[in-house]
């Protein structure tokens, strides 16, 4: 492996690559510890010292998960890469609903430009509504509940627009950087931001652990954490193998076909987007019901109140538990009925003469892919649904302390090891063009 990464740095085209991906990255973490003007950063850290473990911090985790932490610092990547996701997967599902965005689909080059325009005007739509409700939270004293110390020093108008321009400048800034490392580093732009920053915590995540509950428990998580690893790079590997032949045909005076390959269906067809549909889903009661009690004269009195403040605002409560990891397995199932058409595989095939041995082309192809899918996506999606829930578990069985920084489990794991594997995998495929050993062997 170390001769593999010293050919990838020897080949010039690929160390520019590589070296462009990394000053990006530095941009990004330099940009997410910058704070915002107005911001006051002092108290800013004291409050999230003080509420580090409590229900406001938990309720936010995943957009400052994905945030590298600057979300609760207000720091001008707060609202970091969490429009462009929303917008991408907004865009996404409406390819599926709305004609005009199929067709754009359908035309290639010229039509993903299109679609990818159209998910910058959303993320920038997104980011601003997004920068709006952070900052109104922060000057209401909302983002962060149980501390009474001034996050805002200025709450005027103009002080708190200029905010909310600045994380939206930051928001767009960060979309610009993840297609810049896209079109001209290695590997997907924004996943290489969110890998970025989840990495920057575990040193610091990692110190609290052993700080606070001592050596036996840190080394206890590092095995745990081994393991997790280990078990989610084997099923994010795993794969159903299904086989095509191709009959051969005469196209002029050449023959093509007479090929055997096969069509690789994911156990983890979905990837992570169910967790975060889930993740967003589950949230929507707490914001809802902090924003109906903000004008309230009696809040928290009403039977939803209490049950939201009892049940969907504690991430360790069995209920919350319960109702997550089911959301997870039906956003799963969801998905990948909206990402995989089996009817246009199928044609797909038929059209270039391949069958599935034993399997008629047409219909029956597309019956059996659906039918293999629904069996593979049920392991999948319990899969998923027991990585995200391993931090609410293991948060409720420690009874807070340093537990709650567990950096190993959840979303943060599916992320890291997902963008790490198609990351060694972009540049394999490099090396292997220049007739060098790549990583994997």
Not at 166 to 194: D, F, H, K, P
Not at 291 to 303: A, F, K, R, Y
Not at 393 to 413: E, H, K, M, S, Y
Request: hydrophobic share 45%; aromatic share 10%; with cysteine.
């Amino acid at each position: 492996m170390l001769s593999a990464f010293i050919s990838a740095l020897r080949t010039p085209d690929l160390r520019r690559k590589i070296l462009f991906t990394l000053g990006i990255v530095i941009l990004y973490r330099a940009g997410a510890s910058l704070p915002s003007p107005g911001v006051n950063y002092k108290n800013v850290h004291q409050c999230i010292e003080q509420v580090s473990g409590g229900d406001s911090a938990q309720i936010y985790s995943l957009v400052n998960l994905f945030s590298g932490g600057a979300l609760l610092q207000l720091t001008v990547f707060a609202v970091g890469v969490m429009p462009y996701i929303t917008a991408s997967i907004i865009v996404q599902l409406l390819g599926v609903v709305i004609p005009r965005f199929e067709q754009l689909r359908k035309e290639g080059q010229s039509g993903q430009a299109k679609m990818t325009q159209y998910t910058r005007y959303l993320t920038i739509a997104l980011a601003i509504l997004q920068a709006t409700s952070i900052v109104a939270l922060a000057a209401s004293g909302n983002l962060l509940q149980g501390c009474n110390l001034e996050i805002i020093n200025d709450q005027s108008i103009f002080s708190l627009v200029v905010i909310v321009l600045v994380l939206t400048a930051g928001a767009t800034l960060v979309m610009w950087m993840g297609e810049l490392v896209t079109e001209r580093g290695i590997g997907n732009g924004m996943s290489l931001m969110i890998f970025a920053g989840i990495a920057a915590r575990i040193p610091a995540e990692g110190k609290s652990i052993l700080d606070s509950r001592g050596g036996l428990v840190f080394t206890a998580v590092c095995v745990a954490a081994l393991v997790i690893i280990v078990g989610v790079v084997f099923v994010e590997q795993g794969q159903r193998r299904i086989p095509v032949q191709y009959a051969k045909r005469m196209v002029g005076r050449r023959m093509y076909g007479g090929s055997s390959t096969y069509l690789p269906l994911k156990v983890n067809q979905a990837g992570v987007i169910p967790v975060i549909f889930a993740s967003s889903l589950i949230y929507i009661p707490h914001l809802i019901t902090q924003l109906v009690e903000s004008n309230s004269s009696n809040p928290g009195t009403g039977w939803w109140s209490k049950f939201v403040a009892n049940h969907l605002s504690n991430s360790t409560d069995p209920i919350y538990i319960g109702i997550y990891f089911a959301l997870i397995i039906f956003f799963t199932y969801f998905y990948v009925s909206i990402t995989f058409n089996a009817d246009e595989q199928a044609d797909n095939m038929k059209k270039y003469g391949g069958f599935i041995p034993g399997i008629r082309p047409g219909r029956p192809t597309a019956d059996y892919l659906r039918y293999v899918l629904s069996r593979i996506t049920l392991p999948g999606s319990i899969y998923l649904g027991l990585i995200a829930v391993l931090p609410n578990v293991f948060l409720g069985f420690g009874n807070g302390g340093g537990i709650q920084n567990l950096p190993f489990g959840g979303t943060a794991v599916l992320i890291m090891i997902g963008v790490g594997l198609d990351t060694v995998k972009q540049i394999e495929s490099q090396l292997m063009q220049r007739n060098y050993e790549g990583f994997l062997k």
